[in-house]
């Protein structure tokens, strides 16, 4: 981990703190960090009690659950401008789950105390936060849903729908089988299976360790909530 400079034009590419004036800006100075983490390591573990809140600038993570005994479960993966570590920051409570750097991230750092006294007196801001966290229990709400009301197949055909990135006009998917497993709550091998009759059904293809979803209008009828 590193330790490198802030400047106020880094600040504003930040869509929270495009929010700020320069004075405003001025004074969280001193509070921010840039610090870089490599891939895989864990930049917010579960149930600690720390008190900063994260904005990552570059690289991806994702929020993770585990049982303690080498089973987790992902929450939610967070990119560039995503702000992490709001819900301790906010209730005063433990860390509720860990964020872990699924590729070398770079991310400011922000103690409490001075981000707090900004967003009281900015009220565009703290609404920006509030958004955002009404955004992550849509997404929540949703996933809860997903678990309760479709079987596996189901999960997978909307979480490829929801991972899928048009690149060139392929729909590309470039997440392992094992982190879809954690993100739908299924076992590694239940999902291979799923993964597997896709492909016989002409659903999807294997590049490499990429999935193409060929067929997106099945995937979208398999994977809706009726
Ligand atoms: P905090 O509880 O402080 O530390 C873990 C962070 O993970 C949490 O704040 C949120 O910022 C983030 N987080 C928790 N749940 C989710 C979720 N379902 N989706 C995305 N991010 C989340």
Excluded at 16 to 32: G, K, T, V, W
Excluded at 56 to 74: F, N, P, Q, Y
Excluded at 103 to 110: A, K, N, Q, S
Excluded at 202 to 220: E, T, Y
Aim: aromatic share 4%.
């Amino acid at each position: 981990m590193t330790n490198l400079a802030v400047n106020t034009t880094l600040l504003k590419t930040v869509p929270l703190f495009s929010l700020f004036s320069d004075h405003e800006l001025a004074n969280l100075f001193p509070a921010i960090q840039l610090r870089s983490y490599a891939r895989h390591s864990l930049m917010v573990r579960a149930r600690d009690k720390t008190d900063a809140l994260y904005i990552i600038l570059s690289g991806k993570a994702k929020v993770v659950i585990d049982d303690g005994d080498g089973r987790e479960v992902t929450l939610g993966t967070i990119g560039p401008s995503e702000f992490f570590g709001e819900m301790s920051l906010i209730d005063e409570k433990p860390r509720s789950a860990s964020v872990q750097a699924l590729e070398p991230c770079e991310v400011l750092c922000i103690s409490k105390s001075s981000f707090m006294a900004c967003l009281a007196d900015n009220s565009e801001a703290a609404m920006l936060v509030l958004r955002n966290v009404i955004g992550r229990l849509r997404e929540a709400d949703h996933k809860i849903a997903s678990l309760a009301l479709m079987d596996v197949h189901g999960r997978v055909a909307r979480l490829l729908m929801e991972l899928a990135k048009d690149v060139s006009g392929v729909w590309v998917v470039d997440t392992g089988s094992e982190e879809i497993a954690r993100m739908v709550g299924a076992s590694r091998e239940m999902v291979s299976r799923v993964l597997k009759d896709m492909r016989e059904h002409g659903l999807i293809r294997r590049d490499k360790r990429k999935i193409i979803v060929l067929d997106r209008a099945s995937m979208d009828q398999h994977g809706a909530i009726r």
